[in-house]
């Protein structure tokens, strides 16, 4: 809840949350503080080891041991006072009853607030969607095939839906282009037309590690020289059916712009002008880079 992110005007920000933390002690007996310090508590029951439980990996929750008073009192004894006020047991104890959907008091004609656990006697089963841990710990953890195939599919629809407002989309996100005797050419994870221009996206959402965070000089140069083959490979593809298979591409399209998109801006280490849609965004950019040079290209 504080410690995402870097935050402008950080003493405004800090001085906003100590009234807001305020204003919730004096109402329900517990602050933002309280909160905060609960669930970086269950957080550490769920990744003792320093990595996410196993069972996140398939619907996102885990059952853990609910904490005892000595571990609340602990737990606030440690917190971070960045509102310059002490943590207690029993306001721990009142945040974590805030935050049980079971007691949650909102009444069913009204939208519910989002609660991250459910208290079953001495367990809790809780949201991993809230855990709280280091980047490192989850880049360290293997992601098994379901779940990565999963987190694509969803990156995909996503570019998908941001590129909507461009023009129009002839196509799903994941269309599927065949020849005449039913062969597949590629699929096509995203894509929009813009006048007579096809914007053909391939995703990449490959899972990230700590090796890439810290810039290993083998690993980054490794997943540059793959990254740069992967769209070159996809440009050659389209290259293909604009010559032999144009019939397939929607109706009014002169020219195919085949890009590939990431969650995050990759190092290319080549200026080569087959990789480049102008001097600072690469053909491997995100979403948001790709969004700003197609509206450039606009009249």
Known sequence: MFRSGTVAHLSERTAHLSALDDDLLEKHGFGAADLDAVLECLSKRMAADGKPPSTLEHHGFA????????????????ADESLGRTLTADSLDAALRFLDAGIDPTPLSQPPLQRPLRRMGSRILYDGAHLQTSPAALWGSDVSKPVQQRLEKGFEALVHAEITPLG????????????????????????????????????????WNAALDEGTFNITRNRAEWIIGKLREWRTQWDDIVTNYADLLPEGVAEVLAVVVTPGAEWIESLDADLWLEPTVPRICTVEELIGHLRGRQP
């Open 168 to 207: 129009t989309q002839p196509w799903n996100s994941g269309k599927h282009l065949k020849r005449p005797d039913g062969t597949e050419i590629t699929d096509v994870d995203a894509s929009v037309q813009i006048g007579n221009l096809l914007v053909a996206v391939d995703c990449y959402g490959s899972t």
């Open 63 to 78: 059952i853990i041991d609910a904490p005892t008073d000595d571990d609340l009192a602990q737990a606030a004894a440690s």
